[in-house]
């Protein structure tokens, strides 16, 4: 009796208990994660404005087409979006081959220099935004303190479009390049130093060897961190929020030169309320992310190997 | 928006160990030079706000600017305690990251296991789907998840932070690599003939021996869950904050008085340093073998 017993409990064990461990994830997940995102085309959609009292009308393709062909802050959104990739992932990736290059020897207190590097990652991207944004002060901005020192003239950074990209992207270069530089660092060290020497007896200078050996050497680590560079640049929204001190606007500065499209999701969605048209941004982001995506991974992996 | 464990992968760097002692090139004075000036750069901003919150407002408006810390900063941060949230801020922020950790730890370690050291049917394509979704921008469906938690009653409390983010695709993923590596089978076959059941095994063999791997996720999905931005933002009210989300409300006032707000940055910083300055050589070494992902 209790043997049969044991034997049915067994049984379920061994059948049915691992999908019990794993269930939590996957219906988490789906609720709260694969649903919402999916929920958004049927959303994008509608008419869905929570101002007007959260009644959803069908309109069709209407947003996607409002979106692409009447609405110039979403075309401004999205160049802006694409400005501050580029901006933001060349020199994260370029900086981040340079420190590893550096940290790549037998350096005294290299726990305390791997460290400072990945100090800034650590921080929030809220705290890391509002202490550049003072930096980056127009009166009393150390930057400009420091430009004027070197005689050049003060910058209105949040004024312009090319100096408000350079200050934001600096933030995000700032928070992240640190990161990479230790994924690239622990695969400089698997690089045999054979391939060095004999690179040395051909006579090739430190620069050659770099480029020629380590970079190739490095490429799925680069191809790795271009993409979630990517993913993540794509989609920025507390630096281009938080950039303009004082004021509440989503709109990315006065004439929303730096209003990225995430930024223009938000400001449609959750300073307007308009549920549709921000859903129809939503899908439209995701889908420039994974053109976007697809097209650094494929520069990536036009390093060369041989 | 991006935080430390946001970011999906689908290209994972396979990384080496170092067996032996190379021959790597001895650094020169340059290579100390260089490396002294990125780590000022690196730590820079973090000392900056820590100087503008030291000091009085007219100080930090001044020309030149004073380059080294005041006398201010208990002041101030008193000034922020009573003119802000921000006490419930970081009790919010303590009961949100704490119990999403929690969750996200024991639920990594439960289905690692099971990934990792159980054989069920559809067991590869399962953990297939949960690599995958690591690339899935879920951040982009916010206006669904929203109008989610507004039908339940949760708009501007803290379960619409938490619940959300109780499980974590990479979390599982890491556990089960750890403990592919890292328990062998003979001992849950040990475990086994002395009949105990999974969950058993999961209890006394399984959870102890996660427990370095468990430590660095915890570590990493706390400080994750703490630097969040973008959700609780939409989500909560100004009148019951995160610590990130009263900054955001900070830096949006009317008049920006920047001791005050970069020391609301700076108290807001001070748990997560601490817990880098402390376990920060592992967080290295996590990232180093490739295993914690940006």
Same mark, same amino acid.
């Given at each position: 009796m209790s043997g049969d017993w044991r034997e049915r409990r067994h049984r379920w064990d061994t059948r049915y208990a691992p999908y019990a461990y794993i269930a939590p994830y996957f219906l988490l997940f789906a609720a709260f994660g694969l649903f919402p995102l999916l929920y958004t085309a049927w959303v994008s959609l509608q008419d869905r404005d929570l101002l007007a009292g959260d009644a959803a009308t069908w309109v069709g393709l209407d947003n996607y087409v409002r979106l692409l062909t009447e609405d110039p802050y979403f075309w401004n959104a999205m160049g802006n979006t694409l400005s501050l990739w580029l901006l933001t992932t060349v020199p994260q990736i370029l900086f981040a081959l340079g420190i590893a290059q550096l940290l790549n020897r037998r350096i005294r207190t290299r726990t305390v220099f791997r460290m400072g590097v990945l100090l800034p990652n650590i921080t929030s991207v809220a705290a890391v935004t509002i202490i550049f944004a003072q930096l980056?002060?127009?009166?009393?901005g150390l930057v400009n303190w420091v430009l004027e020192l070197f005689g050049a003239g003060r910058v209105d950074w949040q004024a312009g479009t090319a100096s408000s990209h350079t200050a934001i992207a600096a933030m995000v270069v700032w928070r992240w390049t640190g990161y990479h530089a230790l994924i690239f660092l622990a695969s400089m060290q698997a690089v045999p130093t054979s391939v060095y020497e004999a690179a040395r007896l051909d006579?090739?200078?430190q620069w050659q060897q770099f480029w020629r050996i380590t970079v190739p050497m490095l490429r799925p680590q680069i191809i790795f961190s271009t993409v979630i560079a990517t993913t993540g640049n794509m989609r920025l929204l507390a630096e281009p929020l938080l950039f303009n001190p004082g004021t509440a606007a989503a709109t990315g500065g006065s004439d929303r030169q730096f209003q990225t499209a995430a930024l223009y999701l938000y400001e449609q969605g959750f300073a307007k309320y308009d549920f549709g048209y921000a859903s129809a941004i939503a899908w439209l982001l995701v889908i420039a992310t994974v053109l976007v995506t697809g097209l650094s991974y494929l520069a990536a992996r036009r390093i060369r190997t041989d | 928006m991006t935080t430390l464990l946001d970011?999906?992968?689908? *290209?994972?760097?396979? *990384?080496?160990?170092r067996r032996r002692r190379r021959a790597v090139p001895l650094p020169g004075p340059w290579t100390y030079a260089a490396l002294v000036a *990125?780590?000022?750069?690196?730590?820079?901003? +973090?000392?900056?706000?820590? +100087? *503008?919150?030291s000091q009085t407002a007219d100080k930090v408006d001044q020309v030149p600017p004073v380059l080294v810390p005041g006398g201010h900063l208990f002041a101030n941060i008193a000034r922020v305690f009573d003119t802000t949230e921000f006490g419930l801020a970081l009790v919010n922020s303590l009961v949100v990251s704490g119990t999403i950790t929690l969750s996200v730890v024991f639920f990594s370690t439960l289905a690692g296991f099971a990934f990792a050291k159980l054989r069920f049917?559809?067991?590869n394509a399962l953990l297939l789907v949960v690599i995958a979704t690591q690339a899935i921008p879920t951040e982009l469906g916010v206006i669904p998840l929203y109008m989610m938690m507004s039908d339940l009653g949760w708009a501007g409390e803290l379960p619409a932070v938490i619940v959300p983010g109780l499980v974590t695709a990479f979390g599982v993923f890491f556990m089960r690599q750890y403990f592919e590596r890292a328990v062998p089978d003979e001992l849950l076959e040990a475990g086994r003939m002395d009949g105990c059941s999974s969950l058993r095994l999961y209890w006394h063999v399984v959870l102890p021996a996660a427990r370095p791997a468990a430590a660095v996720l915890g570590l990493f999905t706390f400080m994750q869950a703490w630097n969040d931005f973008f959700w609780p933002l939409v989500v909560l009210v100004p009148e019951n904050p995160t610590v990130q989300t009263a900054l955001s409300t900070l830096a949006s006032g009317y008049t920006t008085d920047y001791t005050l707000v970069l020391t609301a940055a700076t108290i807001g910083t001070v748990p997560v340093l601490a817990m880098f300055l402390l376990f920060g050589r592992q967080i290295v070494g996590g990232i180093m073998q490739g295993a914690l992902k940006g």
């Amino acid at each position: 009796m209790s043997g049969d017993w044991r034997e049915r409990r067994h049984r379920w064990d061994t059948r049915y208990a691992p999908y019990a461990y794993i269930a939590p994830y996957f219906l988490l997940f789906a609720a709260f994660g694969l649903f919402p995102l999916l929920y958004t085309a049927w959303v994008s959609l509608q008419d869905r404005d929570l101002l007007a009292g959260d009644a959803a009308t069908w309109v069709g393709l209407d947003n996607y087409v409002r979106l692409l062909t009447e609405d110039p802050y979403f075309w401004n959104a999205m160049g802006n979006t694409l400005s501050l990739w580029l901006l933001t992932t060349v020199p994260q990736i370029l900086f981040a081959l340079g420190i590893a290059q550096l940290l790549n020897r037998r350096i005294r207190t290299r726990t305390v220099f791997r460290m400072g590097v990945l100090l800034p990652n650590i921080t929030s991207v809220a705290a890391v935004t509002i202490i550049f944004a003072q930096l980056f002060g127009r009166d009393f901005g150390l930057v400009n303190w420091v430009l004027e020192l070197f005689g050049a003239g003060r910058v209105d950074w949040q004024a312009g479009t090319a100096s408000s990209h350079t200050a934001i992207a600096a933030m995000v270069v700032w928070r992240w390049t640190g990161y990479h530089a230790l994924i690239f660092l622990a695969s400089m060290q698997a690089v045999p130093t054979s391939v060095y020497e004999a690179a040395r007896l051909d006579g090739a200078s430190q620069w050659q060897q770099f480029w020629r050996i380590t970079v190739p050497m490095l490429r799925p680590q680069i191809i790795f961190s271009t993409v979630i560079a990517t993913t993540g640049n794509m989609r920025l929204l507390a630096e281009p929020l938080l950039f303009n001190p004082g004021t509440a606007a989503a709109t990315g500065g006065s004439d929303r030169q730096f209003q990225t499209a995430a930024l223009y999701l938000y400001e449609q969605g959750f300073a307007k309320y308009d549920f549709g048209y921000a859903s129809a941004i939503a899908w439209l982001l995701v889908i420039a992310t994974v053109l976007v995506t697809g097209l650094s991974y494929l520069a990536a992996r036009r390093i060369r190997t041989d | 928006m991006t935080t430390l464990l946001d970011r999906p992968s689908d *290209v994972a760097p396979p *990384v080496k160990h170092r067996r032996r002692r190379r021959a790597v090139p001895l650094p020169g004075p340059w290579t100390y030079a260089a490396l002294v000036a *990125v780590l000022a750069g690196s730590a820079f901003p +973090v000392y900056w706000s820590l +100087v *503008v919150s030291s000091q009085t407002a007219d100080k930090v408006d001044q020309v030149p600017p004073v380059l080294v810390p005041g006398g201010h900063l208990f002041a101030n941060i008193a000034r922020v305690f009573d003119t802000t949230e921000f006490g419930l801020a970081l009790v919010n922020s303590l009961v949100v990251s704490g119990t999403i950790t929690l969750s996200v730890v024991f639920f990594s370690t439960l289905a690692g296991f099971a990934f990792a050291k159980l054989r069920f049917r559809g067991r590869n394509a399962l953990l297939l789907v949960v690599i995958a979704t690591q690339a899935i921008p879920t951040e982009l469906g916010v206006i669904p998840l929203y109008m989610m938690m507004s039908d339940l009653g949760w708009a501007g409390e803290l379960p619409a932070v938490i619940v959300p983010g109780l499980v974590t695709a990479f979390g599982v993923f890491f556990m089960r690599q750890y403990f592919e590596r890292a328990v062998p089978d003979e001992l849950l076959e040990a475990g086994r003939m002395d009949g105990c059941s999974s969950l058993r095994l999961y209890w006394h063999v399984v959870l102890p021996a996660a427990r370095p791997a468990a430590a660095v996720l915890g570590l990493f999905t706390f400080m994750q869950a703490w630097n969040d931005f973008f959700w609780p933002l939409v989500v909560l009210v100004p009148e019951n904050p995160t610590v990130q989300t009263a900054l955001s409300t900070l830096a949006s006032g009317y008049t920006t008085d920047y001791t005050l707000v970069l020391t609301a940055a700076t108290i807001g910083t001070v748990p997560v340093l601490a817990m880098f300055l402390l376990f920060g050589r592992q967080i290295v070494g996590g990232i180093m073998q490739g295993a914690l992902k940006g």
